[in-house]
């Protein structure tokens, strides 16, 4: 079993940042995938970014390239998301989640484990 806990949210104004983190447990990862995802008022839940577990490699929604950042600690089992120049569109609950197979997947269903989220306002 994993557990994910995510934290780092806030209320900031447009163009601030913020830093989420991820910490997991009840397990060591090797080929995982952990990814965030963010689900705005009466919306559904959309991918924001995922980076490899291993190698590091990175995968981004096109709506946050070059603003975030995702990245990991190994040692201390975190992911990371760095969230630059902030927008009112950014304000969503962030979810952090892994995925239990090889290879990037954009959904939700792709992902066998979830954090409780954080909340991010961005206020204009």
């Known amino acids: 079993q994993v557990q994910l806990v995510e934290s780092g949210g806030g209320l900031v104004q447009a163009g601030d940042s913020l830093r989420l983190s991820c910490a997991a447990s009840?397990?060591?990862?090797?080929?995982?995938?952990m990814g965030w995802f963010r689900q705005a008022p009466g919306k559904e839940r959309v991918f924001v970014a995922a980076?490899?577990?291993?190698?590091?490699?990175?995968r981004y929604a096109d709506s946050v390239k070059g603003r975030f950042t995702i990245s990991r600690d190994i040692a201390k089992n975190t992911v990371y998301l760095q969230m630059n120049s902030l927008k009112p569109e950014d304000t969503a609950i962030y979810y952090c989640?892994?995925?239990?197979?090889?290879?990037?997947?954009?959904?939700?269903?792709?992902?066998?484990?979830w954090g409780q989220g954080t909340q991010v306002t961005v206020s204009s």
């Open positions: 989640a892994v995925r239990d197979s090889p290879g990037f997947i954009f959904e939700v269903k792709g992902y066998e484990h």
């Open positions: 009840g397990r060591t990862f090797t080929n995982y995938i």
């Open positions: 980076i490899t577990i291993t190698v590091g490699t990175r």
